[in-house]
Each structure stands twice: as structure tokens, then as C-alpha cells.
């Protein structure tokens, strides 16, 4: 009857924080003498160190790469050519390029900063930049009628941090007029703003971006002694710790954290592991910069924070590699994975060293550390304080080792369509789609084949292995974007936006369609899917989910007459899916597999990849295959349940990392590629298939697999359910209106149910509506009649004749499940 630790979690800290917000900018919460001096003091030590972090052995390598880096851009403006501060980098048409100077600039800045370091204090060197950056600003900076060119999140995010982050780190220094003149030109290309300010109404000023943009604006006015300006700054960023609502959204926005832990950017993209991962980092920086001033609100912002870990990222890291479920066009970069888990760990470090619960989140870094198949190399850290505290940690031998995670776990993060199922030995992640959430990402030539990512695609990774050996970006290079593992895909060749338009968008200003207009993301970039059925429910450590495939926005304007006639959308095959996530396999059912436009459909159970190198095999026996790669020392087993058997081979392919990321290297791969699955010919009848994949599995144990223990009771359009005797677990997904039978249940109407019943007739059962449309599920159970244990408010049971029956008020739950314990009278 009472709210989940988890919701307390994440919604009380954030409502206090909206407080906060609006007594700050009420004027409530006013800046104390010394705020902006200690902001600025507290941002150099954040950046350069402190003499005494930097006096410590393990914190050398980083002061020598800065060192390094800063002499070889001052070598590059030595040899810089006519209209570029460096050379390699000329001015005036690319945006990148004026990114990558500022950045140059502040790392020259930064290494003059640096306690301990050669060239810590060289005036000259400071002067020379100061000197810089006025020629920049006068010449390619300041003229707003010849900027704003290019990605608009270079102009008033990208640039204005590395500028800021300079003039902070030459505060003594730098000239009034030149911190004001640059102060003013930020402000003014704040074009998605308000008057030069955060407009915390538009799509631009969320989530990540807002969380950037406000920082830059806390530190300028520091710099310029503007205490309205800061109390502001600070009040907008506090909006971003707020646990999203769905109902009752503030300023419409949808980016940000959920209750479930859950993370969305670019309104409906699942993104915990790219602008999740940098809201993170900015939220701990903040934290620290606001340190000892009047702004400081420890006590709301670092429970919100530690939330986000513990219900957001914890789930998604395994062994220290970051899954790539939650990545959107960042799953086609080289460097994902286990570096991503390298700058969160810098987040949670430093989040340590303010927490009233910090024991948890120390253990947790080191069982990071102790589990990763990679090394940890604090080198990557921002700030060589943080270096300075990871050594403390790891150096303590009173702190465990300790995963905040349980061993076995299901996490449902329903408003952003994804799962994780945790075992010893595995971690099982789902990506889905729908109405609600993209079904992939494509932008700026990042990610360039996408399509059925979000289409019940899987990833098994395996305990021990080297994770970027299995996926990562090599993983999209060489699996056919149409095979990818889990997918139902129709039989045709699609072409990526460039090959298709020649750029790297739909580009008709006349009808809308610009670089970062509202309609290319959603028709281009990011379209949502038709579909409004995607979801599960979890009870305990197990998990249900459920998907009825859809077509994407683009392909629904296209047919609806709404988009111009030499715009391409493509048409996805149809089928409904349910993964039942158990303890030694998950389970998959699949129905209505066809193609009303006639083609040729290909359902993949499974694709993996494996080293040119590696031994791999594949041994088959009655209803059964196990994949082995022998090198490894892993290996996947499938038993098929029901429907034709599925083809599974391995063949070797090469390709270009290019393939996925237009910018990648055009470096050659060679794996091994394996995929397991069904192709239906054209125009064949809908099919239907059930089959088991059981991760770690021996032949032996294939062999010996007793189907007995585990019975699909319905495979169909209408409904999927299963029943493991052995756990005493009745799963169901119904997916249409009406009375629904699975063993003992009755469900009405679409819904996840997953119950569970003990030797002496007691239920446990757990109920979700995977539509989020549903004021209420109702759920009977024949047989005698079961007395209330325990529910979760919301739940009523009461008696009917041959039976129980539950009725669940999902309305605005948003897909979250509902439990029940129930008694059996004796």
C-alpha cells in the first residue's frame, strides 16, 4: 500500500528541488560576497588540479598529456596559414573547425593552470592566448551576420564552453572588455533562446543541452560579477534534476530522467549511455563548482543524482562495459563501451565525496573496476582531483568490492522501451519501439544503417568476455543491418540519407526539411513508430515484454500524402513478439510473422560476432544448436520450441567501420559472423515460431533440455503466454480487447501479466499495461478463492465466483507493474 523506495527516490528529492528553483529565482536565495570568486577558484581546481592532487604519483600521466597536447597546438599556431589559428584548421565556413580551435585554445589555457606543471604560470603563453582569442573573435567570431553556419549545438554549446572555460582559467588576466565582448556574442547566439537567455520552453534549451548551456552561463557570470545572471543560470539547471512526469510535463518537455529510471533526448530517443552519460558528468560538475557558495543544495541535488546511478545506469552496466541499447547513433562510434563506463565512474567518484549514502556507490567503482575485461585508466578523467580520489578508493582496503545490483534482476525501463534481465553468468538487453519512443537514431552521418534497432533488437552478453569482441561498432559493421539478433525484417535493400539525398539530411528549406528542423528529426532523424503496444511487467527478478511491430512516422506521412513525392520511407514487415525473461533462458514467441506487401521476411533469432581467429563451432541435435566460440570460452544455446526449425551458419565478412559512421576510419574488419534464423518467402501465410535461448548452455544440457517444464500455453496474434513449471511462473502478454485464457488466467484486454504460484497455493502476481493508455486491467485467477497479503496501491482483489480477481488502476502509471501477493485459504 505504499510507494516503491525507487519512486521515493526519484520524485521527492526533484520536487524539492523545483523549490529550490523557484525560490532562487524569486530572488529568495541571494549570492553571498565571495560566490563568484569561489566559483571560478572552484572550476580551475576542477580542471588544472590542486597542488596537493597534483602532487601525487598517479595523477603524473595526466599532467604530462596536458602538457603534451598544449604543446603541440602552440607548435600548430606557430605554423598556422592564412585564415587559421592553426594550422590544418581554416576559418570561415566550418563550424567544426571553429570548435576544434576553441577547444585548441583552452587547452593551451588549461596547461598554464596546472599546479606542478612546466607550464604553470608562463605569462607569455597566457598573453599569447588572450591575444588569440581576441583575433578570433573579431575576425570569425563576434560578426553575427557571418556566424551560426553549420550544427547549430557548436554555436551555442560547443564553442561558448571551451571560451568560458578559458576566460575562467585566465580570470586574472583577461582583459574586462574581451570577457565582456565574448560574454555578449555567446548570449547573442543563443538563437533557440530568449533575448540571448535560456528559453526553457524551446526544444533545444533540455535535458543534456540545457544542463550545458546553463553551466557555461553560471561561470560567465562569475566572470562578470552578475549575480542576477548566475541566480538565474542556476535555477534553470535545477529544472533538469526533476524527475519527468509524463502527465503533467513542464514547458513540454520530454528529455530527461523517469521514474523508472529511464533516460530520453531529442524528445523520445532511449539515451542513458550518450546525453544521459553527459547530463551525468555536468550534474557532478556543478555540484562541485557550486561548492561552499550560497547556491549549493547538496542535500536536494546529490539524492536526484545518486538515483540516476543506482536506477539508470547501474542496470545497464555490465562487467564495466555500457550496453548499446541506450546509445542512440552512438552505437557507430569506435569508442563506446567500456570508455563510456570510464566517465561515469569519474561522475560517481566525485558524487561519493558529497553523498550522505556513499559506501554503496564506493563499492560500486570498485566492483567496476574488479569486473571490467578493460583497464581503467583514470588518464581519460577531466580533472586530476578526481585521479587523486580514485586512488584513494581503490587504495582502501576497508571498502568492498560490491555491484549495485542484485545478482539475478529484471529492470523494465517502459518509458523509454527497453529491458534488462540480469544473471549470473549473463545480461540480457532489449530494445523496442513505439508511439512513444524512436525506433532508431540517424543524424550528421553517425549511425547510417539504423532501422530496425528499436525493432526488438537483442544483445547477450556473456560473463568473462571481452564485450567489444561480441558488439560495439564492429558489431554493426559486420551483421547486416537486416539480421541484426531478434529482428523481424522484410526482404529488401534500403539505402542510408546520404546515398539516398547526397547530404546528410532531407534538405528542402522550401517545405521545412532544414538540418535541425522540427521535421527532420521527425521524419529523418529520429521518427517514432506507430505501434502502441510496447511494454512489460516484472515480478521480482523476472520479466515480461511484449511488442506489435509498427511502421515509422515517416512511412505513415508518406502514405497519408503529407510528405513531398521524392522523400523515401520504407515499409516494415508485421509481427507480434514477447521475450519471457526466466533464470536459465529467455523465452521468445513470435506470431503473425508475414508481409501484407508481399515480400520475403527474415525473423533472426540471434546474430554474434567472433574474432577472424577465433574457434568457433556449432553443434546441433534434435530441436536444438549450440553456438560455441571455443577461444572465448562462451558459447549460446537455443532449443526450438515450436515452428520451422531455423538456418544457422557462420561465414566470414569484411568491412569498413566507415560503413556505419561516415567520420570513422576507413579501418578494415574482418569477423565472423553467425545468425540463426527463419525466412519466409513471399507471399507466404503468417508464421509463427517459439524458441528458448539459454545463455552458457553445454550440449549435454541441450541435449537433456525438458520441454515439459516449460509450455507454451498460446502463440498467437491475440495473445503469447508460457508456463515454467519449474518456478511455478505463468507469463502472459495479450495484446487485443476481450477475455484472454492462459492456464488459470483470465485477462481482459491488452496487458503483461507474469504470476507465480508456491507448492501451498499462494500467487504472486504482477500486472502492467504495456499500451500506457488503460484506466484499468483487470486479471481473474480460477480457482479457490486467494485473501490479500500484500498489494501495491492501486490494486484491488476481491472474490468472484470460481475465483479472484484483481483489478489494477494503471491509469497514468505509464506502463509500470503492479503487484499482488495473495494467500491461499487453509
Known sequence: MSISRRALLSTVPAAALLTVAGQIRAGKAQAAPGDQDRLIANTVAMLAGTPESNARPEVADKLAAIESTARTWLQALDTAGAGELFKGLPLGTSDTNLKSTSQHL??????????????????????????????????????????????????????????TRTLALLSGVAPADLVSAYVASMDAYLRNGKNGDVDLDSRFHTGANLADITANRILQAALLGDDARLAKAVADQFTVFSTVDPYNLQHGVTDGYYADGSFLQHASVA?????????????????????????????????????????????????????????GRAVSRTTTGYADVAIIVEAIVDLSGYSADAAGLKSYIKHIRQSSRATLTPTSFVSPVSISRYADLMADAAIPAADLNPASRSVAFNAMDRVVHRRPGYAFALARS?????????????????????????????????????????????????????????????????????????????????????????????????????????????????????????????????????????????ATKSWFLLDDEIVVLAAGVRDD???????????????????VTLTEGDRWLRYANETQQNAVGYRFLAGTRPTGATAPVTASRRVVRTTNPDTKVTKQVFTLGVTEP??????????????????????????????????????????????GLVAVNTFTPGDHHAERLVVDGPASVLAQTTRRGDVTIAVA???????TVTVTIHGRTLRVAETDEGVRVRPVPGGTRIEVATRHAYGRSFTAVLRADR
Open 271 to 327: 539515451y542513458t549511455g550518450s546525453y544521459g552519460k553527459g547530463l551525468l558528468t555536468r550534474a557532478v560538475q556543478t555540484i562541485k563548482v557550486l561548492d561552499g557558495t550560497s547556491y549549493a543544495s547538496t542535500g536536494t541535488v546529490v539524492p536526484v543524482v545518486q538515483s540516476w546511478v543506482v536506477d539508470g545506469f547501474a542496470p545497464l552496466i555490465f562487467e564495466g562495459y555500457l550496453m548499446e541499447i541506450v546509445k
Open 106 to 163: 583552452y587547452e593551451i589555457a588549461l596547461a598554464t593552470r596546472v599546479p606542478g606543471g612546466a607550464l604553470n604560470g608562463d605569462a607569455a603563453i597566457q598573453d599569447r592566448v588572450l591575444q588569440k582569442l581576441r583575433w578570433l573573435h573579431e575576425n570569425y567570431y563576434g560578426d553575427q551576420s557571418k556566424g551560426y553556419y553549420g550544427n547549430w549545438f557548436n554555436w551555442e554549446i560547443g564553442v561558448s564552453t571551451d571560451v
Open 682 to 727: 513471399a507471399g507466404a501465410a503468417a508464421a509463427a515460431y517459439a524458441y528458448a535461448i539459454v545463455p552458457n548452455a553445454s550440449a549435454a544440457a541441450l541435449a537433456a533440455y525438458e520441454d515439459c517444464r516449460l509450455t507454451i500455453l498460446t502463440n498467437t496474434a491475440k495473445a503469447q503466454a508460457v508456463k515454467h513449471t519449474g518456478l
Open 597 to 615: 506487401a508481399g515480400r520475403a521476411v527474415t525473423t533472426t533469432f540471434d546474430s554474434r560476432i567472433a574474432s577472424a581467429s577465433d574457434v
Open 434 to 574: 513505439s508511439a512513444r519512443i524512436s525506433a532508431y537514431e540517424y543524424m550528421s552521418g553517425e549511425n547510417l544503417m539504423p532501422w530496425f534497432q528499436g525493432a526488438g533488437a537483442h544483445y547477450l552478453y556473456l560473463a568473462g568476455q571481452d564485450h567489444t569482441q561480441a558488439f560495439g561498432v564492429d558489431y554493426y559493421t559486420t551483421v547486416s543491418p537486416y539480421r541484426l539478433a531478434g529482428i523481424t525484417a522484410p526482404e529488401e535493400v534500403r539505402r542510408t540519407v546520404p546515398e539516398l539525398y547526397g547530404t546528410l539530411w532531407y534538405d528542402k528549406p522550401e517545405l521545412g526539411f532544414t538540418s535541425s528542423s522540427e521535421s527532420q528529426n521527425t521524419y529523418v532523424y529520429f521518427p517514432v513508430c506507430t505501434n502502441e503496444y510496447s511494454g512489460g511487467a516484472v515480478l521480482g527478478a523476472y520479466g515480461a515484454a511484449g511488442l506489435v511491430l509498427g511502421d515509422d512516422a515517416a512511412y505513415a506521412a508518406q502514405q497519408a500524402g503529407q510528405l513531398p513525392a521524392d522523400f523515401v520511407a520504407y515499409r516494415n514487415a508485421e
Open 769 to 775: 499495461d504495456p499500451t500506457t493508455h488503460r484506466d
